[in-house]
């Protein structure tokens, strides 16, 4: 059967490899987690991490929420219409 992990644990026994403090078979006995794949997550966590500090995180999120707003425009003006065009049809028919 398959363990799954939480991100905070994760994120907990990666940091704690890369300290170097443990070797990571130390760490793998203690959290009962393989070596190989602290090894992944501490490979995962130094290559995701300089994103943390990107400016270009900041502007794809600025980027979606304005995506997002136009979005929510386009739908209040199409129910608007829709609501015209179900007034005229009542009137009309």
């Known amino acids: 059967m398959k363990k799954k992990y939480d991100a905070a644990f994760k994120a ?6 890369i300290k170097g403090e443990k070797t990571l078979a130390q760490l793998a006995s203690q959290y009962g987690v393989h070596p190989n794949q602290i090894g992944q997550w501490r490979k ?3 290559k995701e991490l300089p994103a ?4 270009k995180r900041n502007k794809v999120d600025k980027e979606g929420e304005a995506e997002k707003d136009e979005l929510y425009r386009q739908i209040g003006q199409l129910k608007v219409e829709l609501d015209w065009l179900k007034k005229k049809s009542q009137i009309l028919g």
């Open 12 to 17: 907990k026994v990666a940091l704690e490899a």
């Open 52 to 55: 943390l500090f990107s400016d």
């Open 44 to 46: 995962r966590l130094l």
